[in-house]
């Protein structure tokens, strides 16, 4: 075995191997297209990993009028018409979930709590316990507050009394990707383009999201 794989464990073959039937959902919120991009990545890496995968978006709240007001959120939002918004009834049928959000003045978007706060119900009858959970994050410049968005939305997920699975430093594609070891987050540039090379990270984040959660199954079957 490689200085690699002694430090970082299984390969990723022989990960995709032991992980079968997890259900995932990727939900994600973007005005812009980037994360709707982390979140396709995300559903690329989960499906090599054998999970059923549903990529959904947090619904929009913005008036339309800013809507129309900038000419990339509008093109994205008909870019993105055809995703299907998340409800409720996917967050109970998922086992996992990867949630991919814009950060706000280090914090999660309106949109994004907006949902969150609907989810009281399941919350109160225990349906959203043990769901294996894992966040990611952008912002236009590299401290912009995407630790600080990915840990503010872990804080409703322990009062959910999900598992988190954070990416940590488990693969050297984290530190590839610029080291975040919460949750993959990326900078994006004046013209809309991803700086880091993000990909990798995003694919790795979901493998193991995948694979915590198939632990977590065989453990309570």
Same mark, same amino acid.
């Given at each position: 075995?490689?200085?690699?794989?002694?430090?970082?464990?299984?390969?990723?073959?022989?990960?995709?191997?032991?992980?079968? !039937?997890?259900?995932?959902?990727?939900?994600?919120?973007?005005?812009?297209?980037?994360? /709707?991009?982390?979140?396709?990545?995300?559903?690329?890496?989960?499906?090599?990993?054998?999970?059923?995968?549903?990529?959904?978006?947090? =619904?929009?709240?913005?008036?339309?009028?800013?809507?129309?007001? !900038?000419?990339?959120?509008?093109? /994205?939002?008909?870019?993105?018409?055809?995703?299907?918004?998340?409800?409720?009834?996917?967050?109970?049928?998922?086992?996992?979930?990867?949630?991919?959000?814009?950060?706000?003045?280090?914090?999660?978007?309106?949109?994004?709590?907006?949902?969150?706060?609907?989810?009281?119900?399941?919350?109160? /009858?225990?349906?959203?316990? !043990?769901?294996?959970?894992?966040?990611?994050?952008?912002?236009?410049?590299?401290?912009?507050?995407?630790?600080?968005?990915?840990?503010?939305?872990?804080?409703?997920?322990?009062?959910?009394?999900?598992?988190?699975?954070? =990416?940590?430093?488990?693969?050297?594609?984290?530190?590839?990707?610029?080291? !975040?070891?919460?949750?993959?987050?990326?900078?994006?540039?004046?013209?809309?383009?991803?700086?880091?090379?993000?990909?990798?990270?995003?694919?790795?984040?979901?493998?193991?999201?995948?694979?915590?959660?198939?632990?977590?199954?065989?453990?309570?079957?």
């Amino acid at each position: 075995m490689g200085f690699i794989n002694k430090i970082f464990g299984r390969t990723i073959d022989q990960e995709e191997q032991i992980m079968t !039937n997890v259900k995932l959902a990727v939900i994600y919120y973007s005005s812009g297209g980037t994360n /709707h991009q982390l979140a396709k990545w995300a559903e690329e890496g989960a499906k090599a990993a054998g999970a059923d995968v549903k990529v959904l978006k947090i =619904p929009e709240t913005a008036p339309q009028a800013a809507i129309e007001s !900038n000419p990339a959120w509008k093109s /994205h939002v008909e870019a993105a018409k055809d995703v299907p918004e998340v409800t409720l009834n996917d967050l109970e049928w998922a086992d996992a979930i990867v949630f991919s959000v814009p950060t706000r003045f280090g914090n999660i978007a309106s949109q994004v709590q907006a949902f969150i706060d609907t989810t009281g119900g399941l919350w109160f /009858h225990g349906k959203l316990a !043990n769901k294996v959970v894992s966040a990611m994050s952008s912002a236009q410049n590299p401290h912009g507050g995407q630790e600080a968005t990915i840990l503010s939305l872990y804080t409703t997920m322990y009062h959910w009394g999900a598992i988190v699975a954070a =990416p940590g430093f488990t693969d050297p594609v984290t530190f590839a990707a610029g080291g !975040n070891p919460y949750g993959t987050s990326v900078t994006v540039g004046q013209d809309g383009k991803m700086i880091e090379d993000v990909q990798a990270a995003v694919k790795h984040q979901a493998k193991r999201t995948v694979t915590v959660a198939e632990w977590v199954k065989k453990g309570s079957q």
